[in-house]
């Protein structure tokens, strides 16, 4: 909060100092979102944190050690949180004015569109693409440039359209956010080289509207882009035409699914259809459309500049490049972070996050959103790429990461989620309607010690039926919060059901049933 | 430009053209696979999910009425699996709303009731939700009852897709999703409804019923459907 009273403030004050040499720019996301308003030196790796309109010693301090008396704030080398990190989506996060198209292009902004357009062929760059292993980021991991092949194979005799999922919803996760508000070019320069790979002249961001200040920056950054010639009708000066809009959801959770985000986008009710046909074959008014997440985007313009080879020596064999998470709950750094894939969660967890707070025992780690599951103490030492969190019955999902520790209820984890998963939950097929609600019920009457044996069979049971037959991700993966919790903290359901007992003494046995039905 | 597709359903060899579904196939050489929200001569929503079926290769479900046919596909379209699963459904949407078929205007003619019989839905496991919903009577001839809604949106389809009114539509979401007319309006003030009745002679429950009729009552529905069909078939 106040992170502009303090850039005007410290611009006020380097000015009164005369500090000639000292430059005081508005940039994004500097990692530390807790811990905000952050002011960084570069120059120094010193982070000031906590410097708002108020703490006018934050300011003295920064003041002064620009002077050269070194003052408080956080030294970044050394400091595991920085340099475990590795920035290729988030490069220019933090150092960039994100509204100022001059620092884009100063920072090699641009130039791999430049190039693309100039001297690559389309089928070149989808096979740079492909070369590279990127795989979607808004989390099933479906190969972008296998996506972009069948885009581009397709006629489309009516256009084509490059689509980008901007809807980021997943409780805890705020990574596409910090993107779009940093580096909005970034996403709109990957947007146009896919547009350019797979023959589409027309594209749409599909951002939710509780993102007011990433849907201003993008639609600046769309306005600037089109008068510097880099989106609009001759992009880069050539004969490719390339038309960016944006579009804002309405509040939807299912919305980020592609079939329900076509239909909102062509103004329709936000509900899923069954696939086939994939938007890839039949989209946005029937064309062909590639619908790829805002982090998966702004991995492309790296691609293409620096190379497929150089991108897929990051990470593991299976999972290449980097993956942004956003941490959060109960460690000490919760933030934005950029890492290889194949880091493991004990080094993201303890090394990065730098652990739990005094006292406090680590208990879980929920990846995956809605749709994702509980991992225990056990698999800390899991590389985190897309098989192992699959294969440990989570998912690696759009890149929210919940850390937990042992004052939380597994049960209540579990109900949460369901609790969310029932009130974004379309309507539109049985199983995830009436399922995502019964579910919720259920655990909520293990949560108020009201539950017995037979409702945890019947959980289970209700809970295989949804995923086999709900219609789309929503519903199919509503389950799987109770499945991996089931999994790995089996023991703490047993004491809810037979004992009416809460191991993490946090559920309050014998409160009243909440009443409801339809959304709370 | 649709080719002939051979496939296999419940082991039976069959044939069909490459854009027809699962379900018309299957309907065509007397396979029976349960629906709800499918209705010949609308188009086709997948919602219900009482007509998924087992292919082979496939590592899901999928819904006969939207998937189309293919080379070689090998279809189950009955299964312990897939009958315990179709029961479920049919118990969710009991449990949803209030179904009490002694006091229902559709009794023994009411498509839900007749699912629950044919898959053998004898008692419910699940927690009743049964929300008081209201009764909207304010049309001069008909009467829509929320409580029996099970959301199949038939009505939403055909005054769209039929009588191209289009008074019907979806509000809301998840279990507090509605049949709503003309923007949540009144069905008896809309300004778009013709009063052409098709909805009431497509809705599969007692949902949607003509004023004056007593529990029970058979309705004259099957006749109309044909005539459905017919008037989309002239309009392709």
């Known amino acids: 909060m106040g992170s502009r009273q303090v850039y005007e403030a410290l611009e006020a004050e380097v000015a009164a100092t005369g500090l000639d040499d000292v430059a005081v720019r508005r940039v994004g996301c500097l990692g530390l979102c807790a811990s905000g308003p952050l002011v960084a030196v570069p120059e120094l790796e010193t982070l000031f944190e906590g410097a708002g309109p108020g703490n006018s010693g934050a300011r003295e301090d920064i003041v002064s050690t620009l002077k050269g008396e070194p003052r408080g704030g956080r030294p970044m080398a050394g400091d595991p949180f920085f340099s475990r990190q590795v920035k290729v989506v988030l490069e220019r996060c933090g150092r960039v004015d994100p509204e100022s198209i001059d620092d884009y292009l100063e920072s090699g902004g641009y130039e791999a569109l430049a190039k693309v357009v100039a001297s690559m062929s389309p089928d070149e760059v989808t096979s740079e693409v492909v070369k590279s292993g990127l795989r979607g980021r808004g989390g099933a991991g479906y190969p972008t440039g296998l996506k972009w092949r069948t885009v581009a194979k397709e006629a489309g005799p009516a256009g084509k359209f490059v689509v980008c999922n901007a809807d980021e919803g997943d409780p805890g996760a705020f990574m596409d956010r910090s993107v779009m508000e940093s580096t909005p070019h970034q996403v709109l320069e990957g947007m146009a080289i896919a547009g350019y790979a797979v023959g589409a002249n027309r594209g749409y961001v599909y951002v939710r509207a509780e993102y007011p200040l990433a849907a201003e920056r993008l639609a600046l950054a769309i306005r600037q882009a089109e008068q510097r010639g880099y989106l609009g009708a001759r992009v880069a000066g050539t004969r490719f035409s390339f038309h960016v809009e944006l579009r804002m959801g309405a509040g939807a959770y299912v919305c980020g699914e592609e079939t329900a985000l076509i239909a909102s986008v062509q103004g329709e009710r936000g509900t899923p259809k069954p696939r086939p046909p994939y938007p890839a074959a039949s989209g946005l008014w029937g064309c062909p459309t590639l619908i790829n997440n805002v982090e998966t985007f702004a991995n492309v313009p790296p691609i293409i500049s620096r190379g497929a080879e150089w991108f897929s020596s990051i990470g593991t064999e299976r999972s290449k490049g980097t993956k942004v998470f956003s941490l959060a709950g109960a460690v000490k750094n919760t933030g934005v972070i950029e890492v290889p894939m194949g880091l493991t969660l004990r080094e993201i967890v303890f090394d990065i996050g730098g652990g739990l707070a005094p006292g406090r025992r680590f208990k879980a780690v929920q990846t995956g959103g809605p749709a994702g599951g509980c991992l225990p103490e056990e698999l800390l030492d899991m590389p985190v790429d897309y098989e192992s969190l699959t294969q440990a019955g989570s998912m690696m999902g759009s890149g929210g990461m919940i850390v937990m520790d042992d004052s939380t209820c597994m049960v209540d984890v579990a109900k949460f989620f369901m609790d969310f998963c029932r009130q974004e939950s379309c309507g539109k097929c049985v199983p995830c309607r009436v399922g995502t609600h019964e579910m919720w019920r259920l655990l909520d009457r293990m949560t108020r010690g009201a539950a017995s044996r037979r409702d945890l069979e019947q959980l289970e049971s209700v809970a295989g039926m949804v995923r086999a037959m709900s219609l789309c991700g929503l519903g199919q993966g509503a389950p799987n919060p109770v499945f991996s919790t089931l999994r790995y903290f089996r023991d703490e359901y047993l004491a809810h059901v037979d004992e009416h007992v809460c191991p993490a003494e946090h559920c309050q046995m014998g409160a009243p049933e909440r009443a409801g039905v339809g959304p709370a | ?236």
Not at chain 2, 42 to 65: F, I, M, T
Not at chain 2, 102 to 125: P, S, T
């Open chain 2, 1 to 236: 430009m649709s080719e002939v597709r051979t496939l296999q359903i419940d082991g039976k060899d069959v044939a069909g053209r490459s854009d027809e579904t699962i379900l018309s196939v299957a309907q065509e050489n007397e396979i029976h696979i349960p629906t709800l929200c499918h209705l010949e001569g609308l188009s086709d929503v997948g919602a219900c999910r009482l007509c998924v079926v087992e292919v082979e290769g496939a590592p899901k479900l999928l819904p006969a009425c939207t998937t189309r046919v293919d080379e070689g596909m090998k279809v189950t379209t009955t299964s312990e699996r897939l009958v315990s699963y179709r029961r479920r459904v049919v118990e969710m949407l009991f449990v949803e709303r209030n179904h009490i078929c002694a006091v229902c205007v559709a009794n023994n003619n009411c498509e839900l009731q007749a699912q629950a019989r044919d898959l053998g839905l004898d008692h419910f496991e699940l927690p009743l939700m049964h929300p008081a919903l209201p009764v909207d009577a304010s049309h001069e001839r008909f009467v829509m009852d929320h409580n029996r809604c099970i959301l199949c949106t038939r009505c939403v389809r055909v005054c769209d897709e039929v009588e191209q009114a289009h008074t019907w539509d979806v509000a809301g979401r998840g279990a507090g999703a509605r049949i709503v007319s003309d923007l949540g309006t009144p069905w008896g003030s809309s300004s778009t409804c013709t009063s052409c009745g098709k909805c009431v002679q497509v809705c599969p429950t007692g949902a949607l019923f003509e004023k004056g009729r007593s529990i029970s009552e058979p309705k004259a529905r099957r006749p109309y459907l044909p005539y459905l069909v017919r008037v989309k078939g002239r309009e392709r």
